[in-house]
């Protein structure tokens, strides 16, 4: 008998709960309706243009949509405001490439610069071996001419006899030209 008792108590305070639930949720749902009401009037009209803002799939936008539908104050005003918005966002864009074009332009100047100043040590240098390598060949001219001189003097000298001593001479013999002395 006592687990009859429990178990119908508990089947009461089951019932006694779920009424309260349902007696929230109905007075929920009428406050909530009175209260969106309130703040917007009745639309008089029937028109069947779209809003101007269009909202993501899913999202309840009927609270946006039904106030400011008809009232063509709140309609001029989110026009100029959506107006605005882009017109700002796109000179923000603007202005972020103006700003993007200015530094790539400081990037090209200061790599031409660069480049300029490079040319510069390249024809330095091309003109430093250039300089360098006439001097080699007059060098080289200058030298054979002195080792012709040096053959004719030595020619002469031994016609008129001279004789070089093979252990005091520190005069080699050039190519070409042999060296003999007479004993």
Same mark, same amino acid.
């Given at each position: 008998m006592n687990a009859q008792r429990k178990h119908l108590h508990g089947n009461v305070m089951l019932l006694v709960v779920?009424?309260?639930?349902?007696?929230?949720?109905?007075g929920y749902i009428v406050v909530s309706s009175s209260v969106r009401h309130t703040y917007c009037p009745p639309c008089v009209c029937d028109c069947s243009s779209q809003s101007l803002l269009s909202f993501p799939k899913g999202f309840n936008h009927s609270f946006f949509t039904d106030c400011t539908k008809h009232d063509p104050e709140v309609n001029e005003e989110m026009e100029k405001s959506i107006t605005d918005l882009l017109?700002?966002?796109? =000179?923000? !864009?603007?202005a972020e490439a103006q700003k993007n074009h200015r530094r790539v332009d400081m990037a090209f100047l200061e790599a031409k610069q660069m480049a300029s100043q490079y040319q510069k040590e390249a024809n330095k240098c091309n003109s430093g071996m250039e300089t360098c390598e006439e001097a080699r060949e007059k060098a080289e001219a200058a030298l054979a001419a002195q080792k012709e001189l040096t053959a004719?003097?030595?020619q002469r000298a031994q016609q008129k006899g001279w004789r070089e001593d093979p252990l005091r001479s520190r005069v080699k013999p050039t =190519?070409? !030209?042999?060296?003999?002395?007479?004993?």
């Open positions: 779920m009424g309260m639930m349902g007696l929230s949720i109905i017109s700002e966002e796109l =000179k923000l !864009t603007e004719m003097w030595q =190519k070409g !030209t042999t060296m003999t002395t007479h004993t």
